[in-house]
């Protein structure tokens, strides 16, 4: 019998960068911001083209992806609500060597790159958090990078899951093996096996490209260190977990 699934961790549906900034900084932004869906496959960037806006995300996950030589797809990292799509905006660059798209939809707001860099140059609180949010979303890529050498696939599609989950403000979400595939590095065989022992434990329900997470504490107990150290940098730096 499947179990009722298991409760979202609450977090209000809009984006937390922009519920840190003090009220000033807030009202500067918000003249600038643009809503929009952000359904599933939608690109935020190309493969080492100009990003022309800075998304951040309300609700849902994009995924930030390179391909290499022979068609693998490697996801690098994640983006949810706690951050945004845009860093070398940030950063002082305009392109980066990766591309971006909803892995799970939701919606969000964005902002012109002109705009962006101009309310940079005003809004104090917005030009302090952004580079600390930029070392946080540095930590999680090197964070990934420890953990698709030391985890097993189930302690990584744990991580992913509970990642996922704590995002889409939603206990089901929509996800194929050949996306979650993408995302932890492997071949579709090996995530249905991963996907099938999490299933076996009554921790998660999977059918037809939808997950249900159904008991997200055996979830974290199965779940890598990583994890919880992602979440810990992201509230560290950005006061907010990731």
């Given at each position: 019998m499947q179990q009722p699934a298991a409760p979202v961790i609450q977090s209000p549906r809009t984006n937390h960068l922009l519920a840190a900034l003090p009220p000033q900084d807030?009202?500067?932004?918000?003249?600038y911001l643009e809503p929009l869906p952000l359904p599933l496959k939608f690109v935020l960037f190309e493969h080492n083209q100009p990003q022309t806006h800075v998304h951040f995300v309300h609700r849902?996950?994009?995924s930030l992806v390179r391909e290499m030589a022979d068609g693998t797809i490697v996801e690098i990292a994640t983006i949810g609500p706690e951050g945004a799509v845009g860093l070398p905006l940030v950063l002082g660059g305009e392109s980066m060597a990766a591309r971006c798209f909803m892995q799970v939809p939701g919606e969000g707001a964005r902002?012109?790159?002109e705009d962006f860099r101009e309310l940079m140059g005003?809004?104090?609180a917005?030009?302090?958090l952004?580079?600390?949010y930029a070392l946080a979303f540095m930590n999680q890529i090197a964070q990934n990078a420890a953990c698709n050498r030391v985890h097993s696939i189930e302690e990584r599609a744990a991580?992913?899951?509970l990642m996922t989950h704590d995002r889409v403000h939603e206990a089901s979400f929509p996800l194929t093996q050949e996306f979650l595939g993408q995302m932890l590095g492997v071949r579709r065989p090996t995530v249905s096996l991963a996907a099938g022992m999490l299933a076996k434990a009554g921790l998660i329900h999977?059918?037809?490209g939808q997950i249900t997470v159904l008991d997200r504490a055996g979830l974290e107990g199965v779940a890598c260190e990583c994890y919880r150290a992602i979440r810990d940098e992201y509230e560290r730096l950005v006061g907010v977990p990731g």
């Amino acid at each position: 019998m499947q179990q009722p699934a298991a409760p979202v961790i609450q977090s209000p549906r809009t984006n937390h960068l922009l519920a840190a900034l003090p009220p000033q900084d807030m009202k500067a932004v918000r003249a600038y911001l643009e809503p929009l869906p952000l359904p599933l496959k939608f690109v935020l960037f190309e493969h080492n083209q100009p990003q022309t806006h800075v998304h951040f995300v309300h609700r849902g996950v994009a995924s930030l992806v390179r391909e290499m030589a022979d068609g693998t797809i490697v996801e690098i990292a994640t983006i949810g609500p706690e951050g945004a799509v845009g860093l070398p905006l940030v950063l002082g660059g305009e392109s980066m060597a990766a591309r971006c798209f909803m892995q799970v939809p939701g919606e969000g707001a964005r902002i012109e790159a002109e705009d962006f860099r101009e309310l940079m140059g005003r809004c104090p609180a917005l030009r302090s958090l952004m580079p600390r949010y930029a070392l946080a979303f540095m930590n999680q890529i090197a964070q990934n990078a420890a953990c698709n050498r030391v985890h097993s696939i189930e302690e990584r599609a744990a991580r992913w899951l509970l990642m996922t989950h704590d995002r889409v403000h939603e206990a089901s979400f929509p996800l194929t093996q050949e996306f979650l595939g993408q995302m932890l590095g492997v071949r579709r065989p090996t995530v249905s096996l991963a996907a099938g022992m999490l299933a076996k434990a009554g921790l998660i329900h999977y059918v037809r490209g939808q997950i249900t997470v159904l008991d997200r504490a055996g979830l974290e107990g199965v779940a890598c260190e990583c994890y919880r150290a992602i979440r810990d940098e992201y509230e560290r730096l950005v006061g907010v977990p990731g």
